[in-house]
Every structure is written in C-alpha cells, then in structure tokens.
C-alpha cells in the first residue's frame, strides 16, 4: 500500500543516508521502521492471556507480596 507521511528533514536525512549505506530502499527502511515499533508497542497476546489467568485466579492484590516487593525494590540500585 502507498501512502504519504510526514517527517522531520533530520530524521529523513537519516533514513537516506541508511539507504545509501545498506543499499535498502526507502520503503524497506520505513517499512522496517514502522514494523519494529508496532511490535515493540502491541499488546503480546501471550503475556496478555496470562495476566487474564492471573486476574482470575486472584483479583485483587496481595498485601504481602506488594510489601515484599516494595522492600526488595528499594534495596535495588536502579
């Protein structure tokens, strides 16, 4: 499909100076781009089932973990 986007003159320069370099059209390059972040920023079905599977067998939070993990974290170097 054909369709028309506009970016920032740095970020095309970018893109064209990729191109050149890996002999990629720009189309690859956009394309590529664009896949990459859709994967990155969907949903992973997987990782949604199990969430769902953890909702149902306990929906609400459990004080204790949560206070455990509070502990553990803030001995943790971020």
Same mark, same amino acid.
């Given at each position: 499909?054909? =369709? $028309?986007?506009?970016?920032? %003159? !740095?970020?095309?320069?970018? @893109? !064209? @100076? *990729? /191109?050149?370099? =890996?002999?990629? =059209?720009?189309? !690859?390059?956009? /394309? ?6 859709? +994967?990155?920023? /969907? $949903?992973?079905?997987?990782?949604? +089932?199990? &969430?769902?599977? *953890? &909702? &149902?067998? +306990?929906? !609400? ?6 206070? $455990? @993990?509070? +502990? =553990?974290? /803030?001995? %943790?170097?971020?």
């Amino acid at each position: 499909m054909k =369709t $028309a986007v506009s970016v920032p %003159s !740095e970020v095309y320069e970018q @893109a !064209e @100076a *990729l /191109s050149r370099r =890996t002999g990629r =059209t720009r189309s !690859e390059i956009y /394309s590529t781009a664009l896949r990459d972040y859709l +994967a990155h920023h /969907s $949903a992973d079905p997987t990782t949604a +089932a199990m &969430d769902q599977a *953890l &909702d &149902d067998i +306990a929906p !609400e939070p459990d004080s204790f973990l949560e206070a $455990a @993990a509070r +502990a =553990t974290l /803030s001995k %943790s170097e971020w």
